[in-house]
Structures are given as structure tokens and as C-alpha cells.
């Protein structure tokens, strides 16, 4: 995957509505639906888990 510029993170994200992907992670996870969910650490390593999104959510 292509490392994104700071201009184009900061125009994609200036676009999205944090609050409703939170929410819409949150009403996944109490209905139980299975969702794949990429973090990234600092140090580069990926995790895919489903728990990350619920933790996000709380954080």
C-alpha cells in the first residue's frame, strides 16, 4: 500500500464524521456482526481484529 501525502490525509479526513463511525462501530458490535477492522501501531505493525474497533470506540 502506497504511503498517502499529508495534503491528501488532510483533505480525506476533513471529510469524515468521526462520531458516526464510532457510533456505527458500536451498533456492529452489539449486533453482533462480524466486522475486519485494520490499526496501525506507531511502529508500522498491523492488527486486524474485531476488538480493536470496540476499543477505539470506548477510547
Do not use: C, H
Not at 6 to 23: F, G, I, M, P
Amino acid at each position: 500500500m502506497q504511503k498517502l501525502s499529508e495534503e491528501t490525509l488532510l483533505v480525506r479526513d476533513a471529510k469524515r464524521d468521526l462520531n458516526a463511525e464510532l457510533l456505527e462501530s458500536i451498533n456492529d458490535l452489539s449486533a453482533d456482526k462480524a466486522v475486519r477492522v485494520s490499526a496501525f501501531t506507531r511502529t508500522g505493525q498491523v492488527i486486524e481484529s474485531p476488538v480493536v474497533k470496540m476499543l477505539i470506540a470506548v477510547a
